[in-house]
């Protein structure tokens, strides 16, 4: 029974680059966020997405930074033109709705 | 104010004894209360997740939820050195129907044998 998947597990960009993170949630679970936990600081909620639809974009920065949870896929983390503040882990969880959430194992971005 | 505050640690405890970690929160409507445990460099994985007042109990962990004092916490008794981590609070706040989490800055635990 597989748990949240999330791929690349360490992806490095050049500055200027674009990343795309993937998230595939739990088996049964609609519900996906994603989070992000710069160096040092704490877990800051970016986005939830429910299949085909964006319900709170909130925490994601406005420029550069888009999400998407296809019909059929997984949840893309999509970050145009990287700058070196990008460099963090993002986390995606699922849920199955406004309940417990599970986390995957993360995606370490490095921007050279 | 921060929205979610935990004892700053690092707290160290000895083998065997019970640690106790803090966490206020400054949303009074808040509902539901979570505790993760991150190991360095790994996930945040779900210990525990308490929605009314009173104690939670789930083998050596307990969680303790006071709405009036706006305060919830995680007992861990007979600590072993494998639970040496970064404990996190995370808190939903009032008027979200989802689970938009806010987290503490983490309290990191250390047990020493």
């Known amino acids: 029974n597989a748990g949240v998947m999330q791929n690349p597990r360490h992806l490095v960009r050049r500055r200027g680059q674009e990343a795309r993170l993937r998230c595939s949630p739990m088996?049964?679970?609609?519900?996906v966020y994603w989070y992000r936990q710069l160096p040092e600081e704490g877990l800051k909620f970016m986005v939830y997405?429910?299949?085909?639809?964006?319900?709170?974009e909130s925490g994601m920065p406005k420029e550069r930074f888009s999400a998407e949870f296809p019909k059929e896929g997984p949840s893309i983390l999509r970050i145009q033109q990287v700058v070196r503040g990008d460099s963090a882990a993002y986390f995606c969880?699922?849920?199955?709705?406004?309940?417990?959430?599970?986390f995957g194992p993360g995606t370490r971005l490095t921007v050279l | 104010q921060k929205e979610v505050e935990q004892n700053s640690g690092p707290l160290s405890v000895p083998e065997g004894a019970i640690a106790s970690l803090n966490c206020t929160y400054s949303d009074r409507g808040s509902q539901s209360f979570f505790w993760y445990r991150q190991y360095s460099g790994k996930s945040p994985e779900l210990i525990m997740s308490i929605y009314s007042n009173g104690d939670k109990e789930d083998g050596r962990f307990t969680a303790q939820l006071n709405k009036a004092s706006q305060y919830v916490s995680l007992l861990i008794r007979d600590s072993q050195p494998s639970d040496s981590a970064t404990y996190l609070c995370a808190v939903i706040p009032s008027g979200t129907s989802y689970g938009k989490l806010t987290f503490g800055q983490g309290t990191i635990l250390t047990v020493h044998p």
């Open positions: 997405l429910q299949k085909e639809n964006i319900i709170d």
């Open positions: 969880a699922s849920s199955i709705q406004d309940n417990e959430q599970f």
């Open positions: 088996k049964g679970h609609s519900h």
